[in-house]
Nanobody, 122 residues
Framework: QVQLVESGGGLVQAGGSLRLSCAVS????????MGWFRQAPGKERERVAAISRGGGSTYYADSVKGRFTISRDNAKNTAYLQMNSLKPEDTAVYYCAAARIHSWARDEYDYWGQGTQVTVSS
């Protein structure tokens, strides 16, 4: 079993930055691709970013390209999402997830964290 725990969410003003972390335990972290998703009230969960097992390949949603950066540290069993130039529309619960393959498809992700709230004020 794989456990994922997100941290780093909070309240920030528009234009500010936050870094989310996702600590993974239970299995070999480097054997999983990682993704970040978010869900705003009344909306479906959407893809934000994804990174391959070794970190050499990444995907980003168009809405966050140039502002968000996904990364991972396999020695620390942790994935990160650096979020800069935050906008009010980035407000959502952010989830990290682990998949056996590097994918942009939500259905490929087998394990999910509990989520962390990000609120961006205008």
């Amino acid at each position: 079993q794989v456990q994922l725990v997100e941290s780093g969410g909070g309240l920030v003003q528009a234009g500010g930055s936050l870094r989310l972390s996702c600590a993974v335990s239970g299995r070999t972290f480097s054997s999983y691709a990682m993704g970040w998703f978010r869900q705003a009230p009344g909306k479906e969960r959407e893809r934000v970013a994804a990174i391959s097992r070794g970190g050499g390949s990444t995907y980003y949603a168009d809405s966050v390209k140039g502002r968000f950066t996904i990364s991972r540290d396999n020695a620390k069993n942790t994935a990160y999402l650096q979020m800069n130039s935050l906008k009010p529309e980035d407000t959502a619960v952010y989830y990290c997830a682990a998949a056996r393959i590097h994918s942009w498809a939500r259905d490929e992700y087998d394990y999910w964290g509990q989520g962390t709230q990000v609120t961006v004020s205008s």
